[in-house]
């Protein structure tokens, strides 16, 4: 009946000697909110990276709605419905906010256009509106992306990843380098998008996982370690003996 | 983060940009085409000014790619002199008439930028300039060997195109007023195509490579795709700035061909001003006036344009038009 | 085909080779220490080679000239990285590139000046003329010595990098800049260094290069495309790829000399192109 959305086989990444992720076996079902913790150097962002296509697994197979995604080039994974946003921000600095928007909503289509003038698609300026509103940013529209706040900042790095509607989001640490008044401004943000799709998340402050999160996955070492409801993970021995001496953010 | 309180106005970068400059970019076809009807009547020699049109064109072509996407090829000049070679070919070797040879020359021009396009985007990074630099280099000695095609060494001659005829009138092509404002009609129909792919969503497509590659990639972007589109867009354009020379020259020089002319279209572009639409046309103009008076006052003349260019990129990178209107213009 | 003139042609390449070989490790690894493309290579192999002749005029001596030369222009590189290309640090990636582009303008034109426009031809030193009989042909002694050098010199700067403490930071810098800074590495001495290495090896091959091919001011631009070629080919910053794709490329342009001389530089591009396609990282690079 519920189909898993994301479905990853023995994941396995190995720079050289080094082995970043191992035997990663798991799922990801529609409409829920996962949390992936771990230490650092768990390998969570390789885990992202393997994800959203910038990193091609040495092993293992990942199937998007059924469909495996071996050889899949990364600029296809957006048109695919996964959608990543980065945890240092990653916008086009000189552009301003709307055009930051616009013109990843372009990406899907007209993008090898040479001759129309780009203020004749009406669509596109609505869609990019509407992922403003959705982040909170329209009344920044016209300001040039590098002069923003930080968290505003973040804010738009989310923007660009919700314009190609994904299904599945990938959110790379939203909320770094932000202050608690941010973060609860973020959280609102994630509780909301998590009414309409898939969120995938890496966090490090354990107060905003247990309280947002579904479900939470552990990594440690390159490997799964625990896998459940923010009280199973809670509860669990080996990822209390994990996490002993850990830094908890904003406990 | 709050934003700290601040003691002056934000800078005007912060807010869109304001009337004089949105008003500058809407028209800056008309305008420029404007400011060549003048050229010729404020420089000293209507050569001079043919000059200025031709390396315009190039400049403007080239930073397409270099400006507008962030590729520094070395390697534009294989496309410029392709342009020119197969013009003069076509007439000379086979007589075609002038507005064939034309076409001819800037599709075979498009084409072969397509085919060094294609080999240097598979590189990323700074890759990209050397392999661009040697493949043009490949294409010099080609042409350096098919001497019997080219005229090898000497160059290429016996093309001359004397007068053009136009929907039906006689145009004598030596008379110097004649020839530049014929140019011209093929500098503007240039500006007008390079202005429409600025426009289009092509354009912002390289701009947001030029600004965040990785981002542009996650966002959806074929990144190799579009910079080998950006890449054969431009050195068709430089391929019509060759035409246009072997038209003005009748004589195409083998060195037409060589990095170092490449060079020359980059230090051109760089002075004037690869961030502004206008600044390529204002950096051949100030790069052949340079050139025309050093080299009166010595033979080294090169030695002060090296050095003037080399303090541009030490303390004007952003050229003069540039400078000028980031100073200048809101 | 006659075995000994294949033979002597194949030596030939190994010679051209040794050249294009020192001048790729320069540029390699001033790209890899520094990230700076320098498209001044060719012309300081140039500046190099009339060094070594004006030294060696001076002291009539082509020992003092191939001594003194590499290490004159080393210091003078060292000031162009100090004065020319510091103040870039920061600033886009094509910055240092357009800067020594424009430099290379400057230099061929000084040479011009001081020296003529015509070229200068450059004497074999007398100790070193004439071939060796080696049974299997007669090989000329200067090219004989061409290699021995630059196998020497590429043998002393491997030591340097894999055994010494200085090579070690130029090994580790050229993979984190930032780190070795905050290690308490003072990076900005090691960027002197290295450049001025850099533009030493090329000088060196410039001095090397008089006797065999004469010296004229233009002679760095094929120099220059030369070293992109076996870069490209070889992977940048690999100082291995440069090795092996230094004498790869010196081979294939002497052997093709050999049946088709007016192909001999049209085939080196080609390579070239044909290792774009295949691996366009090069045989030994790193995908970005």
């Not at chain 1, 771990?38 to 998007?64: C, D, E, H, M, Q």
């Not at chain 3, 357009?98 to 430099?103: E, K, R, V």
Request: glycine share 12%; aromatic share 10%.
């Amino acid at each position: 009946m519920n189909a898993p959305l994301l479905a990853v086989e023995d994941i396995g990444v190995r720079f050289g000697g080094f082995v970043a992720l191992q035997g990663v076996t798991t799922a990801f079902h529609p409409g829920r909110v996962t949390s992936i913790i771990g230490p650092n150097g768990a390998g969570k962002s390789t885990l992202f990276n393997v994800l959203s296509g910038v990193l091609t697994p040495s092993s293992g197979s990942i199937r998007f709605k059924g469909q495996d995604l071996k050889g899949t080039r990364q600029h296809e994974f957006v048109h695919r419905g996964i959608a990543r946003s980065y945890q240092i921000t990653n916008i086009f600095p000189d552009l301003t906010v709307h055009e930051n928007v616009r013109v990843a909503a372009q990406a899907s289509r007209s993008r090898y256009n040479i001759w129309t003038n780009r203020n004749r698609f009406p669509e596109l300026d609505a869609r990019a509106d509407s992922a403003l509103e959705a982040v909170g940013l329209v009344a920044k529209r016209d300001e040039i992306a590098k002069y923003l706040a930080h968290g505003q900042q973040r804010a738009l790095e989310i923007a660009i990843a919700l314009i190609s509607d994904p299904e599945l989001l990938l959110l790379d640490e939203p909320t770094a380098g932000m202050g608690p008044e941010e973060t609860k401004e973020m959280v609102a943000l994630l509780e909301k998008l998590a009414t309409e799709r898939t969120i995938l998340l890496v966090e490090h402050k354990m107060k905003m996982i247990l309280g947002l999160s579904d479900r939470i996955l552990v990594l440690h070492h390159g490997r799964l370690i625990a896998d459940g409801s923010p009280r199973d993970i809670q509860t669990d021995p080996e990822v209390r003996r994990v996490y002993l001496g850990q830094n908890d953010g904003y406990a | 983060m709050t934003s700290p309180a601040l003691a002056e106005p934000l800078p005007s970068s912060v807010r869109k940009p304001g009337r004089v400059k949105s008003l500058m970019t809407t028209y800056r076809v008309p305008l420029s085409i404007i400011a060549l009807c003048l050229l010729p009547w404020l420089l000293p020699s209507k050569a001079l000014a043919v000059n200025v049109l031709i390396y315009g064109v190039v400049a403007v072509g080239y930073n397409l790619l270099f400006g507008y996407t962030g590729l520094l090829s070395f390697g534009h000049a294989a496309f410029v002199g392709a342009g020119a070679y197969i013009t003069g070919i076509a007439i000379g070797q086979f007589g075609v008439p002038w507005y064939a040879a034309v076409l001819l020359g800037v599709l075979g021009g498009g084409l072969l930028a397509f085919a060094i396009g294609a080999l240097s985007t598979r590189t990323r990074g700074i890759y990209f300039s050397m392999v661009t630099l040697a493949l043009a280099q490949l294409v010099y000695y080609v042409a350096l060997q098919a001497s019997s095609w080219t005229g090898g060494e000497n160059g290429l001659r016996g093309f001359t195109v004397n007068k053009i005829n136009l929907l039906g009138y006689d145009i004598n092509f030596l008379d110097p007023v004649n020839k530049y404002y014929v140019l011209m009609a093929f500098a503007a129909l240039a500006l007008w195509v390079v202005s429409r792919i600025l426009n289009s969503p092509f354009g912002a497509a390289i701009e947001a490579i030029r600004e965040n590659e990785r981002r542009a990639r996650t966002c959806g972007y074929n990144v190799e795709r579009t910079k080998l589109l950006s890449f054969t867009l431009s050195g068709t354009i430089c391929a019509l700035g060759g035409t246009m020379s072997a038209l003005h020259l009748a004589f195409v020089p083998l060195d037409s061909l060589h990095y170092h002319a490449s060079g020359m279209i980059v230090m051109m572009t760089l002075l004037g001003g690869a961030s502004s639409f206008f600044g390529p046309f204002v950096g051949a103009l100030v790069f052949l006036v340079m050139e025309d008076v050093f080299s009166l006052w010595t033979s080294h003349w090169q030695i002060i344009v090296g050095s003037i260019f080399v303090l541009f990129v030490l303390f004007l990178p952003k050229g003069i038009w540039g400078t000028f209107l980031a100073r200048f213009v809101r | 085909m006659d075995t000994e003139l294949i033979l002597m042609q194949l030596f030939s390449g190994v010679a051209l080779g040794a050249i294009l070989v020192l001048t790729a490790l320069g540029l390699s690894i001033i790209f890899g220490m520094l990230g700076v493309v320098n498209f001044a290579h060719g012309a300081l192999f140039m500046v190099g080679a009339y060094a070594g002749l004006w030294v060696a005029s001076l002291t009539g001596s082509f020992w003092w000239g191939l001594l003194v030369a590499p290490v004159m222009i080393g210091l003078f590189g060292m000031l162009i990285e100090y004065f020319l290309i510091r103040p870039l640090y920061g600033r886009s990636i094509d910055d240092p590139l357009l800067l020594t582009f424009g430099l290379s303008y400057v230099l061929v034109e000084g040479v011009r000046i001081v020296f003529g426009t015509d070229g200068i031809p450059f004497p074999t030193p007398s100790a070193l003329t004439g071939v060796l009989d080696l049974g299997v042909g007669f090989f000329p002694i200067y090219r004989i010595f061409v290699v021995g050098v630059v196998f020497v010199v590429v043998l002393l700067l491997w030591l340097g990098l894999e055994k010494t403490r200085f090579g070690l930071i130029v090994r580790a810098g050229a993979r984190d800049p930032t780190m070795m800074r905050v290690l308490g590495v003072d990076i900005s001495k090691v960027w002197l260094l290295v450049f001025g290495l850099g533009v030493g090896l090329a000088s060196l091959g410039g001095v090397l290069s008089g006797p065999m091919r004469s010296v004229n001011p233009e002679m760095g631009s094929l120099v220059l495309a030369e070293a992109f070629v076996v870069t490209v080919i070889g992977g940048l910053g690999s100082l291995l790829g440069s090795i092996i794709a230094g004498l790869a490329v010196g081979i294939v342009i002497s052997m093709t000399a050999l049946f088709a001389p007016e192909m001999a530089t049209i085939v080196m591009f080609a390579l070239m192109a044909l290792v774009l396609l295949i691996r366009p990282q090069g045989l030994f690079g790193k995908l970005a």
